[in-house]
C-alpha cells in the first residue's frame, strides 16, 4: 500500500521560501510518477508540479514555473518542492500525489499540508 505523508508547511510571507516534503513508502517499482497539488479556498484542486520517481524530466504548472522546482530522494524516499519567491496566491492545501506509470490519474493522495502566504 502506497502512503504519503507531506510535511513543511506553515505561514511565510511574500517573497519568502519554503520547502515541502512528502515521505513515501509502498512504491513497487521506480516506475511510478509523482507529483504536487494544491487546492485553494474556493477553489478546485490544481496541478503544480509532477517528476517520474526515477528521474528524468519534470514538469510544472505555468503560475509556478521559474519559482518551485520538484525533486526527489530515493535513498531517502522523500518527494520535495521547493517553492521560492512566494506570493499570496500560492496559499493553499498542498498535496503529494502518486501514480503508477506515467499516464491515468493520481490514485494515491497524503493528507496534505496548509501553506499561507501573507501579503
Known amino acids: 500500500q502506497v502512503q504519503l505523508v507531506e510535511s513543511g508547511g506553515g505561514l511565510v510571507q511574500a517573497g519568502d521560501s519554503l520547502r515541502l516534503s512528502c515521505a513515501v513508502s509502498g512504491l513497487t517499482s521506480s516506475s511510478y510518477t509523482m507529483g504536487w497539488f494544491r487546492q485553494a479556498p474556493g477553489k478546485e484542486r490544481e496541478f503544480v508540479a509532477a517528476?517520474?520517481?526515477?528521474?528524468?524530466?519534470?514538469f510544472y504548472a505555468d503560475s509556478v514555473k521559474g519559482r518551485f522546482t520538484i525533486s526527489r530522494d530515493n535513498a531517502k524516499n522523500t518527494l520535495f518542492l521547493q517553492m521560492n519567491s512566494l506570493k499570496p496566491e500560492d496559499t493553499a492545501v498542498y498535496y503529494c500525489?502518486?501514480?503508477?506509470?506515467?499516464?491515468?490519474?493520481?490514485?494515491?493522495w497524503g493528507q496534505g499540508t496548509q501553506v499561507t502566504v501573507s501579503s
Open positions: 517528476i517520474s520517481w526515477s528521474g528524468g524530466p519534470t
Open positions: 500525489a502518486a501514480k503508477f506509470g506515467g499516464t491515468g490519474k493520481y490514485y494515491y
